[in-house]
């Protein structure tokens, strides 16, 4: 059975089996970044913030509870914070049509949402919260993210062991983090 492709401007007939890879392939992906991307984040801050710009994009957007942060500034914002401990609950992934002669792969649209624990541990006792001190409360999150394949990610790429997160496979275009 085919299907159109809404990516496709001429709205020619695309093989369903088509589609269904190229989904199945993002959303791959997408598993592949999330985990890695919370990892790093859960990196000691001198480690997280050595490693987590090497996934954005140099000219990313990054909006962390409200507030822009320039991709050249994500380093020292992520040294800042303290250490955390994430717990992804659920994600999902969406491709998006790459150039419309279908040689480029889709860029991918991932939204996460889970809670995050920023600093010590154990759980503080609820006397000694205050409540501008959310420091060991699980807090939950809801993250959107636009991830783009790099130019090295070559013609096609969708396959989630060639196109890793990273240098030669996706980048962060746009990332949005708020607290629920």
């Known amino acids: ?3 159109l492709d809404s990516g496709n401007p001429l709205g020619a007939p695309v093989a369903a089996a088509s589609i269904d890879s190229v989904v199945a392939n993002s959303t791959r992906i997408a598993d592949s970044f999330v985990q890695r ?8 801050p001198l480690e997280r913030a050595q490693a987590l710009p090497s996934l ?13 942060i ?9 040294q800042q ?4 401990a994430h717990d992804v609950q659920a994600f ?9 002669s279908g040689t480029q792969p889709p860029s991918l649209v991932v939204t996460v949402s ?5 600093g010590p541990t154990p759980t503080p006792a609820s006397a000694a919260v205050s409540n501008k001190n959310f420091d060991g409360l699980a807090r939950v999150f809801s993250q959107s993210l636009i991830l783009v394949p790099t130019p ?5 790429v969708v396959d989630p062991a060639a196109a890793a997160v990273g240098e030669a496979g996706y980048v962060v275009a746009s990332d949005c983090f708020r607290f629920c």
Not at 70 to 78: K, N
Not at 152 to 156: H, N, P
């Open 1 to 3: 059975m085919a299907r």
């Open 37 to 44: 991307y919370y990892h790093l984040q859960d990196l000691a």
């Open 56 to 68: 954005y994009a140099p000219t990313a957007r990054i909006t962390w509870n409200g507030n822009p």
């Open 70 to 78: 320039a991709p050249p500034d994500l380093a020292a914002f992520a």
């Open 81 to 84: 914070m303290p250490q955390s």
């Open 92 to 100: 999902d992934c969406h491709p998006i049509s790459g150039s419309a």
């Open 114 to 118: 889970g809670q995050v624990t920023h």
């Open 152 to 156: 090295a990610a070559g013609a096609g």
